[in-house]
């Protein structure tokens, strides 16, 4: 059911397209709304303009996996490497997680992918949408993703792809505030962690950001008090999300994908002192996006109009979710803008941005 819900609702490009006209004068009204501070005025840059790298990342299919496209990167530094998984999608329409690796971005478009369905724990079931992060309390690495509910895989060895542990679920059912307010299910799950608890946000394609909590000592387990912590109308808070944690601060970065007036998908972006503050617009509007075609040049060439799903580089890779502002890239997905078709089957490999010129306070 989750997976025939979500392809109906991200299949439907055009039509979110032209419904996304309507929301343009939402757009237009929380221009005001933009705010450079105080929250985060010490770490944050103070323009956003970004630099794209070309496709990075690409389907790398093989006799028994034909997959279309590579999307929903989570990056973690292991070692002296790079750790990336990420959703595939195949000319059948399932979805299932990859694995790559390397040591310098300049050899991510070399590296073998490796397919999480070959790990007889994970196998062919549904799975989209990987979150991955060391978790420091119990000497163990999580795999966050989505099976339908909100699941998770263990492993002490994140770069082998057959030592994650078979699924378990966050969460075993819906809780009574997503049925009520979502269409229907939540999607894109995300951990954070403070000194005391964990906090597992998630979307649901119809404008709510929704928060549910657990203490460090009860993780991976305990988790409650699912309720909406922001929201707004359908394509200024769709899906996608993330949250950092603001280098030695207390101040922290919430990240959401939205899809524009004209159906191109940017990033929006709050910021809140302390994970259960108050989320406040930061860059927040389709003109002045975190990130999204208005901000973001393509020096060897535009391949992308969508700067979609992706994961900020994070300064460790522990469950604090730790950004280090001072050197801001991400991981995204995007697509030749000339492709449409049904959702699936739309050709997204992934790029990097770095932010050029964003000096701090």
């Known amino acids: 059911m989750q997976r025939t819900l979500r392809t109906r609702v991200l299949g439907a490009l055009a039509v979110l397209a032209a419904a996304a006209a309507l929301a343009s004068s ?5 221009a005001s709304t933009v705010d450079d501070g105080p929250v985060g005025s010490q770490a944050l840059p103070t323009s ?11 389907p ?23 750790l990336v998984y990420m959703t595939t999608a195949n000319t059948a329409g399932n979805w299932s997680l990859a694995y790559t690796h390397f040591s310098d971005w300049s050899q991510a478009s070399a590296a073998p992918l490796t397919f999480l369905d070959n790990n007889p724990n994970i196998g062919g079931r549904y799975a989209a949408a990987p979150q991955i992060f060391y978790f420091a309390p119990r000497n163990e690495w999580y795999l966050v993703y989505q099976t339908g509910p909100p699941s998770y895989s263990v492993s002490t060895n ?32 995300y951990n954070i962690c403070d000194a005391t608890m964990c906090y597992l946000f998630a ?18 387990n305990g988790f409650r008090n699912t309720q909406i912590v922001l929201q707004d109308s359908q394509f200024n808070l769709f899906e996608g999300g993330a949250v950092y944690k603001l280098d030695n601060t207390n101040q922290y970065l919430l990240i959401w994908e939205s899809i524009g007036s004209d159906g191109v ?12 503050g108050q989320w406040q617009p930061h860059r927040a509007t389709q003109n002045a996006p975190f990130a999204g075609p208005a901000n973001v ?21 522990d469950q604090t ?15 030749n803008p000339n492709s449409g078709g049904e959702y699936s089957q739309l050709p997204y490999r992934l790029g990097l941005l770095t932010l050029r010129g964003g000096s701090t306070c």
Request: hydrophobic fraction near 30%.
């Open 26 to 30: 939402s757009l237009t009204a929380s």
């Open 48 to 58: 956003y303009n970004w630099d794209s790298s070309g496709i990075l990342v690409s």
């Open 60 to 82: 790398k299919p093989d006799a028994a996996h034909n997959i279309v496209s590579v999307k929903d990167p989570t990056v973690v530094r292991h070692g002296n490497e790079w």
């Open 158 to 189: 994140p770069t082998n792809p057959n030592s994650w542990s078979a699924p378990r679920n966050f969460i075993s059912s819906t809780p009574p505030i997503v049925q009520q307010n979502s269409n229907g299910f939540w999607l894109d799950f």
């Open 203 to 220: 979307g649901d394609d119809n404008g709510h950001v929704y928060r549910s909590e657990t203490t460090i000592g009860e993780f991976p």
């Open 265 to 276: 998908r940017y990033y929006r972006s709050y910021t809140a002192n302390g994970l259960t």
């Open 297 to 317: 040049t393509f020096p060897g060439g535009r391949w992308t109009a969508d700067i979609s799903h992706g994961e900020l580089i994070r300064a460790g890779n």
């Open 321 to 335: 979710m730790t950004l280090n502002t001072n050197n801001i890239q991400m991981l995204y997905q995007g697509r």
